[in-house]
């Protein structure tokens, strides 16, 4: 089955600066990769996500990047504010059949400081 | 409405107890999930429904007895459970076929005492 890795567990920027959380996965039939937010004590938010033919793509000061041949994709937040505090998951699944099963990195945390 | 709704929010329950945790959306969504997620780790799936039919079990234990009754309506039958069951159980929903994300519901803070 599907293995997603994600790094680094935990990161710490300064306000203002920029984020990059990285996640490999292990099917090359995966073709949709999402990126969920969970906020301590709440549900997971979908934030961006990105499908194989697409290698890049970007929503305010958030990017993901996608790399099939090497396979693995990635999260960039620019222009760090406090309230993007929060573990971030990275995920894949096929997205083929009546159902996607998705498969979950480990998390990261960020924490913005002022 | 864009919401998956999830009740109860908290639940507290003993090993003989029998509950059921509820999941409804109505955004058209055709397929739904139930997850778990132990504290400081990932989501990690439960079952998957598609179309009103079970189409994915990952080795649950019979404990855990899910149900479908109509493509609004998810259900999550307790029964026996043991205190490592004690965990946040989230639904989720989407379209078949992965053509959107999914939705997660606010989750069920479970307890077993």
């Known amino acids: 089955g599907e293995n997603v890795e994600q790094h680094p567990s935990t990161l710490s920027v300064q306000e203002g600066d920029s984020a990059v959380i990285k996640c490999t996965y292990s099917?090359?039939?995966?073709?949709?990769f999402p990126w969920y937010k969970q906020e301590l004590g709440k549900r997971p938010q979908l934030i961006i996500d990105?499908?194989?033919?697409?290698g890049e793509k970007k929503d305010q000061r958030i990017a993901v990047t996608l790399n099939k041949t090497a396979k693995h994709f990635s999260l960039h937040i620019t222009e760090t504010q406090p309230e993007d505090s929060a573990v971030y998951f990275c995920?894949?699944?096929?997205?083929?059949?009546?159902?996607?099963?998705?498969?979950f990195g480990t998390g990261t945390r960020l924490q913005v400081t002022l | 409405d864009t919401e998956v709704t999830q009740t109860p929010k908290h639940l507290v329950m003993g090993m003989t107890n029998k509950k059921s945790l509820k999941c409804e959306q109505h955004?058209?969504?055709?397929?739904m999930y139930w997850y778990k997620q132990k504290a400081k780790k990932p989501p990690e799936l439960m079952f998957v429904y598609s179309y009103e039919k079970l189409s994915i079990n990952e080795s649950v234990p019979s404990r855990f007895s899910p149900e479908c009754p109509n493509s609004s309506l998810l259900n999550l039958h307790l029964h026996a459970l043991q205190p490592e069951d004690s965990a946040l159980y989230l639904c989720?929903?989407?379209?078949?076929?992965?053509?959107?994300?999914?939705?997660f519901g606010s989750g069920t803070r479970l307890t077993v005492v």
């Open positions: 990105i499908r194989s033919n697409v």
């Open positions: 955004m058209g969504h055709r397929a």
């Open positions: 995920a894949a699944s096929r997205g083929a059949g009546t159902a996607s099963k998705l498969t």
């Open positions: 099917d090359s039939a995966s073709n949709y």
């Open positions: 989720a929903s989407s379209h078949a076929g992965a053509k959107g994300g999914y939705t």
